[in-house]
């Protein structure tokens, strides 16, 4: 029996899970979280995690292994090998792979979250036939990952399938990095909803802008204006990468909408090709997909 171990350090919490390969994500050996408490700084987010690792040891009564896969908010600079665009500031510019490596003895592989929600769906998941899968994350951010027959595709820079900075329109909305008009602008449910207050005078979340398109026209606006956003950031990817499936993950696509015909007639009108064949799928392993995709980081 191969044992996978994964952490997953998100923005609140640090979740740790060890898998049997052969039983696959349904049954694992044993799965814990604690709180990151990233207001506390950088040496306490990685004592979190070495603890976390320590109590999977501990309630599995198995050792620690010499290699551990590890989800990220933010990519290692293959560079310099530091830590770049996350969210938690504490982590920023902290060579946070060497300095666990260092404190625990034991190798981390560490990619971002989106490229583990790709990797996990791809593999174990509900993209796991698909031989080229983008995963994509619509939430509070907007991210990508690709994998290509099981394997995770990082690129140069660490930044491969990072689709939400690319500009769709220089005169919409602003990112929280600046920029003006990105997919992830847009897209973001934030921004959704701010698209919404702008042209109503009133703030709603996304999920009830959305149950209400029958009775609103300014949600219904809203909701094309996603569906019409959404299909063309789509084709860009398309047409570069053309994967088998698109696995559309996040708070954001949840929503039935982008899983209609009439989503796939707005992709297919944009994309470079008579027809749009590719899987357009909802993720099977909802919010545990990160800390499965970093366990399959080192299968």
């Known amino acids: 029996m191969a044992e996978l171990w994964g952490i997953d350090l998100g923005g609140t919490k640090v979740e740790g899970v060890i ?40 309630k599995s009564r198995r050792p620690i ?14 560079t310099t090998g530091l830590l770049k665009n996350s969210n938690s500031q504490c982590l920023n510019g902290r060579a946070l792979e060497k300095d ?5 003895g034991v190798d981390f ?11 996990a769906e791809a593999t174990l998941g509900c ?31 660490g930044i491969a399938g990072e689709w939400g900075q690319i500009v769709l329109d220089p005169n919409e ?20 909803e701010t698209f919404y207050e702008s042209q109503t005078g009133h703030r709603r979340k996304l999920q009830e802008i959305a149950a209400t398109t029958a009775s609103d026209p300014m949600a219904q606006a809203t909701i094309d204006r996603a569906t019409d956003y959404l299909a063309k950031a789509l084709s860009y990817v398309i047409d ?20 209609t015909d009439a989503m796939r007639e707005k992709i297919r009108q944009n994309i470079f090709n008579p027809t749009f064949e590719a899987a357009l799928l909802k993720p099977a392993l909802g919010d545990s997909a990160g800390v499965f995709g970093a366990a399959m980081l080192v299968a």
């Open 127 to 157: 993209a796991r036939d698909y031989p080229t899968v983008f995963g994509v994350i619509l939430g509070t951010g907007v991210g990508g990952g690709i994998v290509a027959h099981g394997r995770l595709l990082e690129g140069r820079h």
């Open 100 to 104: 666990l490596e260092k404190q625990m």
């Open 109 to 119: 592989v560490l990619t971002n979250d989106a490229n583990l929600l790709a990797l």
């Open 173 to 192: 909305l602003a990112s929280a990095y600046g920029t003006r008009g990105t997919i992830e602008a847009i897209l973001c449910g934030p921004g959704l």
């Open 240 to 259: 570069i990468l053309d994967p088998h499936a698109i696995v559309l993950g996040g708070g954001v696509g949840n929503m039935d909408v982008f899983y």
């Open 19 to 58: 898998l049997d390969s052969a039983a696959g994500p349904e049954k694992p050996i044993c799965r814990l979280r604690l709180p990151t408490e990233a207001e506390k700084g950088y040496d306490h987010v990685c004592a979190q995690i070495q603890r976390v690792c320590h109590l999977l040891s501990d």
């Open 65 to 78: 292994p010499a290699r551990i896969g590890m989800g990220t908010p933010g990519v290692i600079d293959p």
